[in-house]
């Protein structure tokens, strides 16, 4: 369930950026067009006005316009729009009258509201439009996941049954091995190898599958040094401290023993020339130090496929992450400079 929920809000994100993405040049695009259609229509509204008073002008054949008698001046522009704060007017000369000039107006408070009513239409014009936008950029960001949630599907499928198929020659790989003489060098290498490839074995299972696990009662002790005793001769030129008192718990020991192998692998292969991997527990919390170059951003360390460096596909610390969960573990990461550590809180599988 774990693992359907992180695809889900995967796809949800991704669906939510193309949507967005889409949606937003759409309506910029709209806003431009609707902009320039509001200035055009204004100008158009102005026009109008203009054409029927100079046709007033000669005719007097229009009940929207009003007349007033003013006086002539030097800088008086005729026969064009203008604008004072009343009204929308323009002025017409008497043939027989130099001193007054007529002026035919449209009071400025009627023609704001035909601004208001055209920009009302427009934006109701443009709201429609952005609900087919919106429409349009649903269809169009499912229809791009389409192809890709398939894909996902189809490597999920062929994954599973790569991890099908390794599970027998695995298996017989480590029996066979347990038959032969373990104090050889090249058998207890073979070995080392063999474990390795099985616990990424279980990696991918647990990554893929919605596992159910049980519950039993297990020293943690044992589990921190059967890994310990499996990592420290890989790497032995780092410097290795231990300090783990017996303590009893409650959980699954398999599902655990992977989180602690994730962790030390994590803290081996991301460490420094001559480091440290230092392990506490206290207080009912299990810290996993390694000397490391930084970390640039901590709180992605656990997301699928995160990874700072080339080494690693970036789904150790997602297994962890997913593992903790559903053993109901807590987890965090510290970053203190170089230092980085992971911290398991065991106190709700702590047995009393």
Same mark, same amino acid.
């Given at each position: ?14 669906? $939510? ?20 259609? +509001?200035?055009?229509?204004? #100008? ?21 316009? #009003? ?19 009343? =009204?929308?007017?323009? &002025? ?15 009071? $400025? ?28 950029? $649903? ?5 791009? &996941? ?29 029996? +066979? ?25 279980? +990696? ?21 040094? #059967? ?40 803290? =081996?292969?991301? +460490? =420094? ?51 903790? =969960? ?27």
């Amino acid at each position: 369930m774990y693992e359907e929920w992180v695809i889900k809000l995967s796809e949800k994100e991704a669906l $939510l950026k193309s949507f967005l993405l889409f949606f937003l040049v759409m309506e910029i695009f709209l806003l431009f067009i609707f902009y320039h259609y +509001n200035k055009i229509e204004k #100008e158009h509204l102005k026009e109008n006005i203009f054409l029927e008073m100079k046709n007033y002008s000669l005719t007097f054949d229009n009940n929207r316009f #009003e007349i007033d008698i003013v006086p002539y001046s030097k800088n008086t522009t005729l026969y064009e729009l203008l604008e004072d704060k009343k =009204t929308l007017h323009i &002025l017409v000369p008497f043939p027989n009258n130099q001193k007054d000039l007529l002026k035919i107006y449209y009071p $400025l408070a009627v023609y704001q509201s035909l601004v208001n009513k055209l920009e009302n239409t427009l934006l109701w014009q443009f709201l429609f439009l952005t609900f087919i936008a919106i429409f349009i950029s $649903l269809l169009f960001s499912s229809y791009i &996941l389409k192809p890709l949630r398939e894909s996902l599907k189809l490597l999920e499928i062929f994954i599973k049954d790569i991890i099908h198929d390794l599970n027998t020659p695995i298996t017989s790989i480590l029996i +066979n091995l347990k038959m032969m003489d373990a104090k050889n060098d090249k058998v207890e290498s073979i070995t080392k190898s063999a474990k390795t490839i099985a616990m990424l074995h279980h +990696n991918l299972d647990a990554y893929l599958k919605d596992v159910r696990y049980k519950s039993e009662k297990f020293d943690i002790k044992e589990i921190i040094d #059967e890994q310990v005793a499996f990592f420290a001769p890989m790497y032995h030129y780092l410097e290795w401290k231990v300090d783990i008192d017996s303590i009893v718990i409650q959980s699954d020991k398999n599902a655990l023993s992977r989180v602690i192998y994730n962790l030390l692998s994590n803290a =081996t292969k991301h +460490n =420094t020339a001559n480091g440290n991997i230092h392990i506490t527990l206290q207080n009912h919390i299990l810290s996993i130090s390694n000397s490391s170059y930084g970390i640039k951003n901590p709180s992605r360390v656990f997301e699928r496929f995160y990874k700072e460096g080339e080494r690693g596909l970036g789904i150790g610390l997602h297994i962890v992450k997913k593992l903790c =969960t559903q053993l109901e573990i807590p987890i965090e990461v510290k970053v203190d400079e170089t230092i980085v550590t992971f911290r398991l809180h065991l106190s709700k599988v702590t047995s009393r």
